[in-house]
């Protein structure tokens, strides 16, 4: 059975609370106002030329009719054995009742981090209590309604990387926490790590918060699009990774799927095209299909180049199978934007484990025809030009 592979605090701030989003977490690059290089949401049109709205394409942007609601409570962090975050440079393993407790939503795990646009101030995990009501809460997708339940949780304690120069009168502020416990300094000198409780809490939970094992590691580079917050994959949730781990994420070889009209796509199909461009979007996400046209427009001239561009429509599986209602919702989308390419559904692999912890959409990365993942990853939509920019650059890359 697949797992939900979104989840985190991240994930549903992405639920397009406004149209000017570029991607569905964060406001992305700024947009070309040039009458040459509109945006996918300034020049989302089809072949005839009419312009592809939201509804039309079956993405409903108000919270009137069925489906434009969730549970934030099943959204959280899921109950692993161990969490690695190369960003953070930082994996730790939770004591037991800790993860019995996540597991009936008694404690709830989520992540937050300073703006992806500027310096890296602090990135934390935090743990807060839930009650009956929170727990079974059901919000809209679109307005403020997941951070005023986020608000509402009781805080319990945090596990962060603050910049140094932070003081801990302001890492209180960040942390909603009154005691902190220094971990460690990262390997580059510029972090340090704490463990912070909020005393107000209860005091056998923060004990048990106390007892989680920490690990300082060699921390990566921040990525290109500035979230240090994605965890390496682990889908089976009980890894301990090793060394040569990463390659789970790297080798795409034997995929074995099907697109939403349950016709089979495998490997073998990226062995026609030199480049293949993965484009992943969910029903839900507005600027996601808002870039469809545009992408239409790049998949007609880039195939003489030996280019493909495929989507991966991530909320047609979920926990218990196929999701009909996305299923049908994402074939009409494909029909309205007249999407020539495939749409896909995540495999029970979700892509040998690539798809875990993407935290906004749409994400975009490529694939050589050997099935390999190479090549940078783009977070957030493009027009049509940055697209055809991007491509070229990523296949003369792999060419040289």
């Given at each position: 059975m697949v797992k939900n592979q979104f989840k985190g605090a991240f994930l549903l701030l992405g639920l397009c609370v406004s149209l000017s989003f570029t991607a569905c977490q964060n406001k992305g690059a700024a947009e070309s106002t040039?009458?040459?290089?509109?945006?996918?949401?300034?020049?989302?049109?089809?072949?005839?030329?009419?312009?592809?709205?939201?509804?039309?394409?079956?993405?409903?942007?108000?919270?009137?009719?069925?489906?434009?609601s969730f549970k934030p409570a099943d959204y959280t962090l899921p109950v692993k054995d161990e969490y690695v975050y190369e960003y953070l440079g930082l994996q730790f393993s939770l004591s037991e009742k800790i993860k019995e407790a996540m597991k009936t939503k008694d404690i709830v795990m989520l992540d937050d981090q300073s703006p992806l646009d500027q310096d890296l101030k602090y990135a934390l995990l935090y743990f807060s209590k839930l009650t009956d009501e929170q727990k079974n809460a059901e919000i809209g997708k679109m307005g403020d309604g997941y951070e005023k339940w986020q608000?509402?949780?009781?805080?319990?304690?945090?596990?962060?990387?603050?910049?140094?120069?932070?003081?801990?009168?302001?890492?209180?502020?960040?942390?909603?926490?009154?005691?902190?416990?220094?971990?460690?300094?990262?390997?580059?000198?510029?972090?340090?790590?704490?463990?912070?409780?909020?005393?107000?809490?209860?005091?056998?939970?923060?004990?048990?918060?106390?007892?989680?094992?920490?690990?300082?590691?060699?921390?990566?580079?921040?990525?290109?699009?500035g979230f240090v917050l994605a965890e390496k994959s682990d889908l089976a949730g009980d890894m301990v990774f090793s060394e040569d781990s990463g390659n789970a994420v790297t080798d795409l070889s034997h995929l074995q799927t099907k697109d939403i009209h349950g016709k089979e796509f495998s490997s073998k199909d990226f062995a026609n095209y030199d480049l293949t461009m993965v484009n992943v979007f969910a029903t839900w996400c507005t600027a996601c299909i808002q870039e469809i046209p545009d992408l239409v427009e790049v998949q007609k001239e880039m195939q003489a180049k030996g280019v493909n561009i495929i989507g991966i429509v991530t909320d047609t599986v979920d926990d218990t199978g196929e999701n009909r209602e996305a299923l049908e919702k994402a074939k009409l989308i494909q029909e309205k934007t007249k999407a020539n390419y495939s749409f896909l559904m995540p495999d029970k692999t979700n892509f040998n484990g690539r798809l875990?912890?993407?935290?906004?959409?749409?994400?975009?990365?490529?694939?050589?025809?050997?099935?390999?993942?190479?090549?940078?990853?783009?977070?957030?939509?493009?027009?049509?030009?940055?697209?055809?920019?991007?491509?070229?650059?990523?296949?003369?890359?792999?060419?040289?």
């Open positions: 040039s009458t040459e290089t509109k945006s996918a949401e300034e020049k989302a049109t089809g072949e005839q030329g009419l312009v592809v709205s939201p509804e039309e394409a079956g993405v409903s942007v108000n919270m009137d009719s069925n489906g434009d608000e509402s949780l009781e805080r319990i304690g945090t596990i962060g990387m603050f910049e140094k120069s932070l003081s801990e009168e302001e890492i209180g502020k960040i942390t909603k926490c009154d005691s902190h416990t220094k971990l460690g300094d990262s390997k580059d000198g510029k972090y340090s790590y704490y463990l912070s409780v909020n005393s107000g809490a209860d005091a056998e939970t923060i004990e048990e918060l106390k007892k989680t094992s920490v690990e300082i590691t060699e921390k990566k580079d921040r990525p290109e699009n875990n912890g993407i935290q906004a959409l749409p994400e975009t990365f490529f694939v050589d025809k050997n099935g390999q993942i190479v090549g940078e990853t783009y977070s957030g939509s493009h027009n049509k030009k940055d697209w055809t920019e991007i491509i070229e650059k990523e296949l003369s890359a792999l060419k040289n």
